[in-house]
Every structure is written in C-alpha cells, then in structure tokens.
C-alpha cells in the first residue's frame, strides 16, 4: 500500500513539474510574441553617421564629364567601369527586377568620393533622374551596416526604397536608394560593404 | 693737371656706373612688361583643393527641410539665417546688382557642411534654379584662397561666373557660383574667407 502511495505521489509529482513548465514556457513564448509584436523590429531612430561618403552626378556622357573634372583637379581621368549585369547585381527598381546598369567613373577626393554616372540598359533610378531632371547631382550617400533596419526607418520616415543591387567586386556590397527628394531636397543613398 | 684728370676720371667713373645701371634697370622693366605680357595673369590650371566643403541643396520651404534632416539625423535643428543685405553683400546675379537672397540652414557634418537654400527676394541663381529643376543639390563648395585667379581659371575652362557675394558674418568672405552644369554636371561655388 506505501509504496503504491509513494509511486502515485511521485507520478502525482512528475506530472505536476511537467504541467508547471508546460505554463512556464507558454508565458515565455506569449510574452515574447506580444513583445514582438509591440516592437515589430528594433527600428533605429536616425542614421548612425553623418559622413557622407559619395557625391554622385548623373550625366549623358561620362567620360566627356570625367575629363572635365579631372582637368579640374589636375589628374589623370580614372577608368570607367560598368554595374554588374542584372544577374549578379539583382538590381530591383521599383520593386521589380531591372536590367538598369550604370557606366561610372570615380574620382577619390580628400573627404569623399565623387561619383558620375551615365545610365545604361534598362530602366533605374538614374534613367528616370536625367529623363526628368538632365544632368545633375542624383544622390549622396551614406555607409551603415544593417541595410534593412534603415530601410525600414526610412519608410517609415515617408521615404521608400525606389531601387537596390548588389556589386562584387572588393569584398562586395549593396547599395539602396530612397524616394526622400521631397523630404530632404535630394535621394538618399545608402551603401553596405560586405 | 693731375688732380684735375683724377677728377675727370672719377667723374667718368661715375657716369659710366650711372649708366650701366640705367641700362639694367632698363632691361629689368622690359624683360618684367615682357614677361608679363607672356602671361597676363599667372593663371592656376586647377583647383589647388580636392576637398568638397560644402553641398547645397535649394528647397521651396527651409525650415520644413531643416526639420527631415534633423530628424534623420537624430539633431537639433539647426537656427536659419538670412544672407547679408544687397547694401552689405554686393550681389551681383548675371552680371547685374540684385535683391536676391537666401534663407539658408547649415548643418555641420563630419566631413563637411549640408546648406539648405531657400531663395527669397529678387532674382538670384537659387531660384533660378528652384524653378527649372525644382528642389534639389544646387552646388558643391570648394574653398580657396585668391578666388579672382579662379574666376578667371574657370572662365577660360567654359565655366562663366553667374553670381557672387559677401558676407559679414566671422571674418567676412565672399562666394562665387559657376554656371558648370555643362562641363561638370553640377553647379561649382567657390568660397572665400577673408
């Protein structure tokens, strides 16, 4: 009789402890979905630099342009090159995948760098910018690590992502550019090194 | 007769020194009016600074801006100000004294400084600007010292002046902008402090 008592309390116990933690972690999990939801992601409030890495121009030639410039500074005119082809840079405009690339020339100033870009191919921002607006400054831009979090700030902020890519070369990147022409004047350009 | 063909000789002497002289002096001003001639004015043949000081972002409404700005980069916003009186900056605009002025922000960022233009007054390359392309980077600022060489630099670049002014505030300076949209894709401004 004791020891059938004994095994009922000890049963009694196990099924008692089980049904505790049972509780224990559906208030955890509760918990942790409710403070998720109220926090959806932890949203930065601003941007974390006020560098601005890039000053880029968009243009109908680019090398006519960059001979200018580098007639300007006394240089050398650097070499051009091309945006990676749309299956490496999974460029999206508007959403949609694109066939946008870009011809650029980079000059390395002291405080920044100065890009010019002449638009090829498909349709991407820069198109738009020199169908619209002729040659002029696109954008300017920022480096952040966490590219995500900041394009979801800044739509938040009522300036929406109008078009991303990736590049390879170095260690390779992505770059985001935002509709904030009506908020700040100028797109914004965001750039992550891998 | 010694004394007096001493005398003589000395004064020969002395004569022949005067001339020599004059004939150096001579050959120093038509060798300096020479060179001169050569070159009018030693003229840079680039810009001796590689750093942009400032970009200039010209909007329809300042404070509006300055507010996005300050807000996405979690600042106050900084207290506007107003150029100088016509009386006091001698604005010229295309060659012509003008009653234009701006109501600008400027925001100090790590590597340079973010100005926001807001024309107000006469005519002025700012609304000039504003109602052509509408908000957006009006310039990039280079500064320099000796900005008169570089007007002259530029002009023979192709790159007109299209408006200067002073201002009182610090030390004093002055501006110039460029009409390089052509050559450069962007708008130069110039900025001296005296």
Redesign the interface.
């Known amino acids: 009789m004791l020891d059938e008592k004994e095994r009922e309390n000890h049963m009694c116990k196990r099924v008692l402890i089980t049904v505790v933690m049972l509780v224990v972690l559906c208030v955890i999990t509760v918990a942790g979905t409710l403070a998720e939801k109220s926090e959806p992601i932890s949203l930065p409030?601003?941007?974390d630099?006020?560098?601005?890495t890039q000053?880029a121009?968009?243009?109908r030639d680019v090398e006519k342009?960059a001979k200018?410039?580098a007639?300007?500074?006394?240089?050398e005119v650097p070499k051009s090159s091309l945006t990676d082809p749309p299956e490496k840079a999974h460029t999206t405009y508007l959403g949609k995948p694109t066939k946008g690339r870009a011809k650029l020339v980079f000059?390395k100033?002291?405080?920044?760098q100065?890009e010019?870009i002449e638009p090829v191919g498909g349709p991407s921002t820069w198109r738009e910018f020199l169908e619209t607006?002729?040659?002029?400054?696109h954008h300017?831009a920022f480096a952040v690590k966490g590219t995500d979090k900041y394009v979801a700030m800044l739509e938040k902020?009522g300036m929406p992502l109008v078009q991303r890519g990736e590049w390879t070369a170095y260690t390779g990147g992505c770059y985001t550019y935002f509709d904030s022409?009506?908020?700040?004047?100028?797109a914004l350009e965001l750039l992550e090194n891998y």
Chains 1, 2 share one sequence.
Do not use: C, H, M, P
């Not at 630099?49 to 601005?52: A, D, G, P």
């Not at 007639?71 to 240089?75: Q, S, Y």
């Not at 607006?133 to 400054?137: A, I, K, L, Q, R």
């Open positions: 409030e601003s941007l630099t006020q560098r601005v000053v121009v968009v243009v342009v200018a410039w007639d300007l500074f006394g240089v000059f100033l002291e405080n920044l100065l010019l607006n002729g040659e002029g400054v300017i902020k022409v009506q908020k700040l004047g100028v």
